[in-house]
């Protein structure tokens, strides 16, 4: 297993909710700001958002904002993504990602240092 281990995904239907979780194995990455991306079939890996450090702070894409929830707990060592309202558009790999260079994980860069083995989500309508 990598330094994040995702768990969660699944099939829902659609309207329905769905909790990602991303645990990290090394210590160090509770200071360091957390993004979630998600790939779907035959697109580009789209960032939906992330969460700073420390201060929890959390930025979400237009495309998700309202509807999922970026969350942390620090005593776990783990991110959540909770997926509310979701739509079968939402079908996609997810990935956690993250970095030391905090900025970039904000930002949503592609290049991040550490991610996640992918979680399944497919929305049925």
């Known amino acids: 297993q990598g330094p994040l281990v995702e768990s969660g995904g699944g099939l829902v239907q659609a309207g329905g909710s769905l909790r990602l979780s991303c645990a990290a194995s090394?210590?160090?990455?509770?200071?360091?700001?957390m993004a979630w991306f998600r790939q779907a079939p035959g697109k580009e890996r789209e960032f939906i958002g992330a969460?700073?450090?420390?201060?929890?702070?959390?930025y979400y894409a237009d495309s998700v904002k309202g509807r999922f929830t970026i969350s942390r707990s620090v005593p776990e060592n783990t991110v959540y993504l909770h997926m509310d309202s979701l739509r079968p558009e939402d079908t996609a790999v997810y990935y956690c990602?993250?970095?030391?260079?905090?900025?970039?994980?904000?930002?949503?860069?592609?290049?991040?240092?550490?991610w996640g083995q992918g979680a399944q989500v497919t929305v049925s309508s």
């Open positions: 090394e210590r160090a990455f509770i200071t360091y700001p």
């Open positions: 990602a993250t970095d030391s260079r905090g900025s970039r994980v904000i930002e949503g860069s592609p290049s991040l240092s550490y």
């Open positions: 969460i700073n450090w420390p201060g929890g702070d959390t």
